[in-house]
RNA sequence: GCCGGUGUGGCGGAAUUGGCAGACGCGAUGGACUCAAAAUCCAUUGCCCCUCGCGGGGCGUGAAGGUUCGAUUCCUUUCACCGGCACCA
């Protein structure tokens, strides 16, 4: 009935109407196609601003509520910057090669490619109800041939290039070799023998290239799990066992391709400081990167316990040298034992060596370390184990020998795989230590306890008792101060600071040939090979002689082989699924694209059957969306100089799940392709906002276990109990989840609210960094918003605006207010006290309006115009409908923001509050261009205040213009 | 264990640079309109106390201290929750 009378009422049903209506219309008329330097219609007159976000990997299971939370955010600064007067690239794309695809694929056996693209085509269909702003014609997925093609081309540009460690930068290929040529650099072989290039011969040669190149062959544990066939992550692997299925994993070796990212490490991490990224981001990237400056210090290693307590004394049988890297040259008198990971080389000797029980021990130990996942062996920390391995060193400084032992605390990996244990300055050492029966020597005191002395401490950690003070070791001091019991027969370091006995130790190492400064990353090369079918090929083949030869770039791109059967099959030793594709596989250097310049063309060669990993494919989109459709280059060179500008991407949006590797990897390509003078700018990004997680309620039983959403009623407010049992339980908020049930689907909100309702809700929720909980009682909130703001300016029986004939002056003045609020908020990304505003103005304007004479209330046309330009980057289609009503025929899109007039932004009496010692007692009205001297005036002289006072004399008197007068009595 | 983050009404949150804590929304309560309901509009809504009422007072931003005329904001200690993760030598 009441429908009847209000056909024109904003309900569901109108906002689903409008929204396919005005979603067409941008279409047709092309309201968001983004136009290139060179391409009729360019206007160079604007600024460019890039605001992209991290594109979706489309899963089967659709869009969640999750995913658009940084979308409608982009998309808000997009158009507020049109409106503004910039040329705006906001792109988006797809990340389509993954895991769940080709898992599929192995069950179902249909093609990733199949469920890729229908997935695609579900997420393009969802994401464009919401009326993003996206220029759909830039559209592109990274399986796309012609996104694959310069993918590899990429590669090739790695392949072709070396790191010149004199300039810090990549260089091409060619100018390597013309170094090795003109005689400037010598050929290094191994066991640091050098030769000209002239006395090479050709296998010499090709070698040190390829040693120099950028991406190289190198041999890396995996996961082999034999039954399933596959490589599986360390997340996959639980106590040695394959998540799925728990069969047996060991970690083989297998020559895989890598990229020398290290290389970067001093510039990724220096250049952190260029880019504007939330601090947590760039404190996780300096991190992972773990630069840290100590020492190498070179040990030698004997088989005989044979006491040699002074240097230079009795010289065992020297086997090997063993070099650690240390932060803390300066406790090198403390070192008392050394530890090496159970992989390290040797491992290998001491179980040689051994005799047939400690062989046994060693063997199992080691064993035992390699079965554990990474995971699991820097877990628990509490218990250190660890076996002899029977070798001894000498400790350079005091000439004594200490035991070498293997414990899988010390990993491989990190610094040279081997430490020297200090374990009175070392927590792990200390453990260790205690744990062993080890010896403790205190090398270093607190700068206050000089006093004191170190000395050798006893077995136990216990209270040890010395001669000439208590030093008690149940503690570890592992900070700085002054070192002491550090002398021998050459030198002394006693008393130094420790800044200074790290200078000077290292400089006596140095002396002796023993150690040097050494700068060390916790960074490691990056893996790129996967044994995956659905990835980028490597535009890459292998010779009868084993060695790879690179697909020119012309044969690009390299396509994947069809296959019938994606099962992985059986194996012992690792291999990758695309070996099934035997044809494909084995070809001759002319099909596969080699130039005839590197193999003959009827030579037998084997592709490369690993493929690139998802990363590849994200590395560089950012780069595509400037020109996409470029057949001849990756990006036109003007489209990149453009759109990447100074500094980059000005807005990039995605979860901080992607802090380090997506963000590091993007990078480093960056950086090499800047080198090679592919693009303009040192850093991809130049400003990174996270946006937070959408959670939702969960409800906790007193167990603490969590009960599905569906099985729990709400008895009163903030009352809940367990249909089932009538056991009450507790709402908490937890993530989403099919097991919860507590998911919820974005087309469903839609359908029910419509998309500008969905987009109001989810950027007032809360600030967009922050994760909140998904509250469907609170949607109805913007959708009443929205119908409020619709009532005022439109006659729900009519469909006519209602339009004030003379402006209200209060309302003029907040939409003044409001327009310079909005327009800071959108800059920082603050849209939900944004939306707080335009409610404000809405409500304000709703007040002055009764039902019946809607011609005095409520916004002049001037108003409304200004009003739903301000609504229009948050709720696009509402802002669209009422903007063509209003008489404008263009898009509202590219209208301009409204200006402020800042003369109606100061009142001519302003409230103040009145403190007495800080506490608010009453407030005062004063002309806001009275001076602190007169707020003062007439604060106290007005005669509230003198009764509040009752006699007393102010001691002092602080005024806050525009806020506040606190009287100190 | 370490690092990072967050704690504000019944709920989501606001307070941008040390200056009136609780904007805005949800929920709740009362009223108007209606035969009635929905919708809408109006009012109230941090907690506690005094008062028939008008009013008035106290407490209050996880907890305890500190700095300051003044602290949600700065400092110290501490608790809880969330996220990440390394035994990094």
Redesign the pocket.
């Known amino acids: 009935?009441?429908e009847l009378e209000t056909p024109f009422?904003y309900d569901a049903a109108f906002a689903d109407v409008i929204e396919r209506k005005w979603q067409t219309w941008w279409q047709e008329h092309d309201s968001f196609l983004t136009r290139n330097p060179g391409d009729a219609g360019f206007d160079v007159s604007k600024p460019k601003f890039y605001v992209m976000d991290m594109f979706p990997y489309p899963s089967g299971a659709g869009l969640h509520v999750g995913h658009p939370v940084g979308y409608i955010g982009t998309d808000i600064v997009a158009r507020a910057k049109r409106m503004r007067g910039f040329n705006v690239l906001h792109p988006m794309g797809w990340d389509a090669f993954g895991l769940p695809a080709e898992q599929y694929a192995v069950q179902t056996g249909v093609h990733p490619r199949h469920t890729t693209s229908s997935a695609i085509e579900t997420f393009r269909k969802q994401l464009k109800r919401f009326g993003f702003s996206y220029d759909w014609s830039r559209e592109f997925a990274t399986i796309d041939p012609e996104y694959v093609r310069f993918t590899q081309w990429i590669w090739l540009q790695c392949w072709n290039a070396w790191f010149d460690e004199s300039t810090g930068k990549a260089r091409p290929i060619s100018q390597l070799t013309q170094q090795f040529e003109t005689g400037t650099r010598r050929v290094e072989l191994s066991g640091n023998i050098t030769k000209l290039w002239s006395e090479c011969n050709a296998s010499e040669r090709r070698a040190a290239i390829d040693n120099m190149r950028l991406t190289y062959l190198g041999e890396q544990l995996v996961n082999w799990c034999p039954k399933l066939g596959t490589v599986l992550a360390?997340e996959e692997v639980i106590d040695g066992k394959s998540e799925r299925g728990g069969f047996p994993v060991v970690r083989q070796p297998l020559k895989q391709w890598m990229f020398r990212i290290t290389k970067y490490a001093n510039r990724l991490l220096d250049d952190l400081k260029l880019v504007d990224w939330p601090?947590?981001t760039r404190?996780?990237q300096s991190?992972w990167i773990?630069r840290?400056q100590?020492a190498e210090i070179h040990f030698t290693v004997h088989d005989s316990a044979g006491a040699t307590n002074h240097v230079g004394d009795a010289t065992p049988d020297v086997i090997e040298q063993l070099s650690?890297?240390?932060?803390?040259?300066d406790t090198l008198f403390g070192a008392t034992y050394m530890?090496i990971?159970p992989e390290h080389p040797l491992v290998k000797v001491a179980i040689e060596r051994a005799k047939p029980d400690a062989r046994k021990e060693i063997t199992e130990y080691v064993a035992a370390a390699r079965r554990r996942s990474?995971?699991e062996?820097?877990?628990?920390?509490?218990?250190?184990?660890g076996v002899c391995t029977g070798l001894f060193a000498t400790n350079p400084a005091t000439g004594a020998n200490i035991a070498i032992w293997t414990?899988?605390?010390?990993?491989?990996?990190?610094?040279?795989?081997?430490?020297?244990?200090?374990p009175a300055h070392?927590?792990?050492?200390y453990?260790?230590a205690t744990a062993f029966n080890l010896p403790i020597r205190v090398v270093v005191l607190p700068a206050r306890d000089t006093a004191r002395h170190g000395t050798v401490l006893g077995e136990q950690n216990s209270a040890s008792t010395l001669t000439g003070g208590a030093i008690q070791t149940e503690s570890v001091y592992g900070g700085e101060g002054i070192v002491c019991a550090s002398s021998n027969a050459e030198v002394s370091f006693d008393g130094l600071t420790t800044a200074v006995a790290k200078e000077k130790i290292i400089e006596w190492l140095q002396r002796r040939g023993i150690g040097n400064k050494r700068v060390?990353f916790?960074l490691r090369d990056w893996l790129f090979s996967r044994q995956r079918y659905w990835g980028e090929p490597f535009p890459v083949v292998f010779a009868p002689d084993g060695l790879p030869y690179a697909i020119s770039e012309s044969a690009l791109p390299v396509r994947l082989p069809e296959l019938e059967d994606f099962k992985p099959t059986e194996s012992d030793t690792p291999r990758p699924l695309l070996g099934k594709a035997v044809d494909w596989i084995n070809t001759t250097a002319g099909q596969a694209g080699v130039s005839s310049a590197d193999l003959p063309a009827n030579t037998p060669v084997r592709r490369e059957a690993n493929t690139m990993p998802n990363w590849a494919g994200s590395c560089w989109y950012y780069l595509r969306f400037c020109d996409p459709k470029n057949t001849t280059r990756f990006v036109s060179v003007a489209a990149e100089k453009y759109w990447m500008g100074e500094h980059g991407v000005d807005l990039y949006v995605g979860g901080?799940?992607h802090?380090?590797l997506h963000l590091l990897y993007a990078r480093f390509w960056h950086k090499v392709l800047f080198d090679l003078g592919h693009v303009t700018t040192p850093e991809p990004f130049a400003k990174l906002f996270h946006q937070?997680?959408i959670?939702s309620f969960a409800y906790q039983r007193p167990d603490s276990s969590l009960a599905p959403a569906d099985s729990v009623e709400e008895i009163s407010?903030?009352v809940f109990k367990e249909k089932s049992t009538g056991q009450s339980v507790k709402?908490?908020?937890?993530?989403m989840s099919k097991s919860l049930k507590n998911v919820v689907n974005p087309d469903d909100v839609i359908a029910n609210f419509g998309a500008d309702t969905f987009r109001l809700?989810e950027m007032?929720?809360?600030?967009l960094e922050?994760?909140?909980?998904w509250?469907t009682?609170?949607?109805?909130?913007?959708?009443?918003?929205l119908?409020?703001a619709w009532?005022l300016a439109v006659d729900e029986r009519t469909g006519e605006l209602l339009l004030a004939t003379r402006p209200n002056e209060a309302i003029e003045k907040l939409l003044h207010r409001a327009t310079k609020?909005v327009g800071?908020?959108i800059d920082?990304l603050?849209f939900?006290?944004a939306?707080?505003?335009?409610?404000?103005v809405?409500?304000a304007a709703?007040?002055s309006t009764?039902?019946t004479s809607a011609a005095d209330g409520g916004l002049t046309r001037d108003q409304l115009i200004r009003f739903v330009k301000l609504l229009a980057p948050f709720a696009p289609h509402f802002a669209e409908e009422i903007w063509h009503k209003l008489g404008c025929a263009d898009a509202l899109a590219t209208a301009s923001w409204p200006t402020v007039n800042a003369a109606l932004l100061v009142d001519d009496e302003?409230?103040?509050?009145v403190?007495l010692?800080?506490?608010?007692?009453m407030?005062l009205l004063v002309p806001s261009s009275a001076d602190a001297a007169a707020v003062e005036r007439m604060a106290l002289a007005d005669p509230a205040v003198i009764e509040m006072l009752s006699g007393k004399k102010p001691?002092?008197v602080?005024v806050?213009p525009?806020?506040?007068v606190?009287i100190?009595a």
């Open positions: 009935m009441s009422r360390n601090e947590s404190t996780q991190e773990g840290s100590g650690v890297f240390t932060t803390r040259p530890v990971a990474d995971m062996r820097q877990s628990d920390s509490k218990v250190k184990t414990a899988d605390y010390v990993l491989l990996n990190y610094g040279t795989g081997a430490i020297m244990a200090v070392d927590q792990r050492d453990e260790f060390n916790r901080s799940e802090a380090v937070g997680m959670t407010d903030g709402q908490v908020i937890a993530k809700y007032s929720m809360g600030p922050a994760s909140k909980p509250n009682r609170d949607i109805a909130g913007s959708f009443r918003f119908q409020r009532r609020k800071e908020d920082r603050a939900n006290t939306i707080a505003t335009l409610i404000e809405v409500n709703t007040r009764t039902l302003v409230e103040l509050a403190q010692c800080g506490k608010v007692k407030r001691k002092k602080i806050v525009g806020r506040l606190n100190v």
